[in-house]
């Protein structure tokens, strides 16, 4: 009879660490994701600037960061910051780091997107009926841009969840890493504890994740027009 | 319905995009309670000659003057005077995230400081007026273009405005909604509201106005009352710009005989 792998889950403390993973996911990427979507409104908005010398820095760094595979971004704050100018960041601090940095440039390419997809007649229409410049921002072009932002944002915010698995490579034990540290643990009497693991590991990013996406879907059918 | 009392002024205004000029040495003077209709070939400067009145351009010579008072390339100022301007546009541009009713309070409410119970009241009435009472709780999108055109309308009138400007409202609605709409413009021009409208509906042109103005090439080419402009236009120009509406026969029923 063949050893249940799943057993390997409740054994010690293997459930509250794997837990304590998902925790250490969950802060990372939620703290990049808030800084993210602060930054890159602000950022969106200078995007949209006439400005030619803002608006050549700004694509400059947002094609830049598209490019870029995040691990890279990562090894080059992490190994790449010590070596050159001897900063010591820890793994946490350098992941929240490239998170917002990469965070902030996809936020603000769609604050950008959503700020220019609000037609100029709405402005013309609230400057038709005698509104104040930021009467027309604060009742009729914010409330529409967040319509269109919100699901997007928390699309957002569910991809840097996924993406956080990358951290174990630069050394932060996170929900993955705990998870590969069981079942190297449990190599040798329980082989089939991979698979348990890894499908635990699924399941929690499944229900973190799903719930935020259902959230985001939800809100693109009600604000559908 | 017109008087002596002159409401707008518009002296040696012209218009210019760079070099291209848009509207040159404009000159119209408009009674309380006259209705006046632009006419001319597309890109003559009509729409934009409302938007001049509107500040939403801004203008490089002459003036606007609203009871007297200079209103053009008054940027600071701009909103008070565009509470005394009543404007409707072709695109019926409703604020989407904000039902029937929200979207006509919301100038009298936050732009005028107006009590919100009577408000709404006006806004109900107004709303009856033009049959579409029963979709105050509605949004924009669950409206046909004829009824977004006629909410547009109530959303403007209800600011109280002075003069109401119409610039081609009826363009992007279907042929069977254009009728709802104009009817709603025919009942105000009845109740003696100043108007300045700008149409490609010829027949409600001569219907509705006191004075055509006749615009091409960013000028006024020819002023006078519609029934005079139709029947006998003093310039070549203006009769050229009329037969484009008309058509001759070229299928007769007898002509396979």
Sequence with gaps: ?225 | MKNDEKILEIKHLKKKYDDTVILNDININIYKGEVVVVLGPSGCGKSTLLRCINGLETIQEGGIYLNGEKISNQDKKMHFVRQKIGMVFQSYDLFPHLTIVENILLGPIKAQGRDKKDATQEAEKLLERVGLLDKRNSYPRQLSGGQKQRVAIVRALCMHPQVMLFDEITAALDPEMVREVLDVMLELAKEGGTMVIVTHEMQFARAIADRIIFLDQSRIIEESTPQEFFENPKTSRAKQFLNVFDFEVVKHSDSNK
């Excluded at chain 1, 950022?43 to 608006?55: A, E, W």
């Excluded at chain 1, 698995?165 to 932060?172: D, E, F, M, R, W």
């Excluded at chain 1, 069981?182 to 499908?199: C, F, G, K, M, Q």
């Design chain 1, 1 to 225: 009879m063949q050893d249940l792998g799943i057993r390997v889950l409740f054994e010690g403390k293997n459930l509250i660490r794997l837990l304590g993973g998902l925790w250490v996911t969950l802060r990372i990427s939620l703290l990049s994701a808030a800084i993210s979507i602060v930054l890159g409104i602000l950022l969106g908005m200078v995007m949209n600037r006439k400005n030619p010398i803002t608006r050549a820095i700004t694509r400059v760094y947002l094609e830049f960061i598209r490019i870029m595979p995040q691990l890279v971004l990562l090894f080059l704050v992490y190994f790449g910051l010590t070596k050159a100018f001897g900063i010591n960041l820890t793994g946490e601090t350098a992941a929240v780091i490239v998170f917002s940095i990469w965070g902030t440039a996809e936020m603000g390419d769609l604050v950008r997107g959503a700020l220019q997809s609000i037609p100029k007649h709405q402005y013309e229409s609230g400057k038709a009926i005698g509104l104040t410049q930021l009467q027309i921002y604060c009742y009729i072009i914010i409330p529409q841009t967040i319509r269109r932002l919100l699901p997007l944002a928390i699309n957002l915010i569910t991809r840097m969840i996924k993406t956080t698995s990358l951290i174990v490579l630069i050394g932060v034990v996170e929900m993955v890493k705990v998870g590969q540290q069981i079942i190297e643990a449990n190599r040798l009497t329980v082989p089939s504890a991979s698979l348990w693991v890894y499908a635990f590991i699924f399941f929690l990013y499944f229900i973190v994740c799903y719930p935020i996406s259902r959230l985001s879907a939800c809100l693109e059918k009600r604000w559908k027009n």
